[in-house]
């Protein structure tokens, strides 16, 4: 069965039962199906031989897992844009996938977005899809826009088979629960790949989605009353949202005995947060999951032990079946245990690569001579002495802010866009190795870095770029600090701040 013969089963079995919640809305799995199915006839129709990826926009309505099955159904991938992205990333990512239909559950100022209310009048007088218009094994399932250093973000292209490989193993993680029990949080937006883990191992699974916007993830006393009101067992999110949480000293275990399960990805998972959360909910699972977007979502997995617990680092687990991750030096050659060097993933999560970009694509992926995918992944790990993998850092400048993907180049060729910058260089600023913000190093012309400049650079990043990714500290320099051998000297600046 594959992942959309899995829904199929789990409509005929439970109709009824919810299938996504959030404060905008609830469907139930016998709609979810009705709903995507004639979706996907009128795409058909309205496309006809165009099979680009369908963008949808919006923010945790249930129409978004509507519109992404009813992509699939009429044999077309998804790329999942997230309203909260500022408009002119927005409109380059549109504008890359180059379909001009876009599917909104929120008010989109775009020639040609179908807004749902009009959709779901359309709807009303189609035919549910054949299934033999579904996309299968090797066409593309989504396409997740992710950072990228040229100051442009990324497609990541990611087949209907990685999503299958993924989901196998996703919904054999973490204690077994009954049926009805089976209720995931999902905080990330739609459009990180973290959702994945949620959206898809629950809707596989026959669970319940609860979903909680942006605006309700402001306001922590309320969001963990809607967690508990919809008896949330799967946590889904990065670390530093369990550490929002917990700055809530009811968030133990007395009061959500619900959550049977944490799961966590995207970012270290510090043994301060794990100590934190066992002692909190000593007895439910904290699981330590590891991967990039570019193979799909998660690749390693790990339940954290008391015994952990005692280490300095956290290890990020070992491989799913279907995964092998090999430790490189910066020649290609793989190292023994407990040598560090660039980590290499390869099996069947791979990505095929990024979305019309065969340059990026070539860079960091391959195929060896067994014929498997391969993906070099920029992060630094080694194995340890108990056989588990740790990582260690990057070799490159991706960073990891409050669990956000960040490419400081593309902040840096942002900058250099205004007129007056002629200079920019963008560090994180660490406090005992965990970034606490990021600081942009500006050689500029024409202005002093008086408060007002600094808010019409940060005001023009804003248009730009999302809200995180604005450098919080502006340092106005004559020049770029270099090292001895002409190189930017990066780690004098972040030691300056
Ligand atoms: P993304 O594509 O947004 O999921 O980001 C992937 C990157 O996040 C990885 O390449 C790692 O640098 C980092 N990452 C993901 N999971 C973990 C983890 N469990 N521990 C440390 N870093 C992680």
Redesign the pocket.
């Known amino acids: 069965m594959n992942i959309i013969e899995r829904i199929e089963h789990i409509v005929a079995e439970m109709p009824s039962k919810p299938a996504f919640i959030s404060r905008f809305g609830k469907i139930a799995y016998g709609d979810l199906w009705d709903a995507s199915g004639k979706l996907a006839a009128w795409i058909d129709k309205t496309q006809v031989d165009n099979k680009k990826p369908v963008i949808v926009y919006g923010h945790k309505s249930p129409w978004m897992p509507v519109c992404f099955l009813a992509a699939v159904r009429s044999g077309r991938a998804y790329c999942p844009v997230d309203s909260s992205m500022p408009e002119d990333r927005v409109l380059q990512i549109i504008d890359k996938v180059g379909n001009p239909l876009v599917l909104s559950t929120e008010p989109l100022e775009l020639e040609n977005a179908h807004l749902i209310d009009e959709l779901k009048e359309i709807i009303k007088n189609q035919e549910i899809i054949s299934k033999d218009k579904w996309i299968s094994g090797k066409d593309l399932f989504y396409v997740i826009f ?1 950072s990228g250093s040229t100051g442009l973000p990324k497609g ?1 292209k990611i087949t209907m088979d990685n999503l299958e490989g993924f989901t196998q193993w996703s919904r054999s993680l973490g204690r077994e629960l009954e049926e009805e029990e089976r209720i995931f949080l999902n905080q990330a937006p739609l459009s ?3 959702s994945v883990m949620d959206i898809y191992t629950g809707l596989t699974s026959g669970s319940t989605i609860c979903s909680i916007d942006k605006e309700l993830q402001q306001d922590n006393t309320e969001m963990l009353d809607y967690i508990k009101e919809n008896n949330v067992s799967f946590w889904v999110s990065t ?1 530093s949202f369990a550490d929002l949480a917990m700055t809530a000293p009811e968030f133990n275990d007395r009061n959500f005995p619900c959550i049977k399960n944490f799961f ?6 510090t043994v301060s947060t794990a100590k934190e959360l066992r002692r909190r909910f000593p007895k439910s699972g904290v699981i ?7 193979s799909t ?2 690749v ?1 997995d790990v339940v954290i032990t008391d015994d952990m617990l005692e280490q300095k680092e956290l290890p ?2 070992k491989t799913r079946p279907g995964t092998k991750i090999i430790i490189i030096d910066e020649n290609g050659n793989e190292l023994p245990q407990g040598k560090a060097g660039e ?1 290499l993933i390869i099996g069947d999560t791979v990505s095929p690569g990024y979305f019309e970009d065969d340059e990026k694509t070539k860079a960091v992926f391959g195929v060896n001579d067994k014929g498997e995918r391969i993906y070099k ?3 630094k790990g080694f194995y340890g002495k108990d056989g588990q993998l740790y ?1 260690s850092g ?1 070799i490159d400048l ?1 960073i ?1 802010f409050h ?3 960040i490419e400081l180049g593309d902040i840096e060729q942002n900058l250099l866009a205004m007129d007056m910058i002629k200079g920019a260089c963008v560090v994180p600023k660490k406090r005992d190795g965990k970034i606490q913000q990021i600081a942009a190093f500006l050689v500029c012309e024409g202005i002093e870095g008086s408060f007002a400049d600094r808010k019409m650079i940060r005001n023009f990043l804003k248009e730009k770029l999302p809200e995180y990714m604005v450098p919080k500290k502006l340092v106005f320099v004559d020049s770029i600090p270099m090292t001895d051998n002409g190189k930017i000297d990066r780690k004098k600046m972040e030691a300056s701040l």
Do not use: H, S, W
């Not at 966590?264 to 998972?269: Q, V, Y």
């Open positions: 992710t990541v990180f790949d973290l670390p966590f990805c995207g970012e270290k998972l330590n999951t590891y991967g990039p977007t570019e979502v998660a390693t990020i687990g980590m992944t920029g992060d990582i990057r991706q990891k669990g956000y993907r």
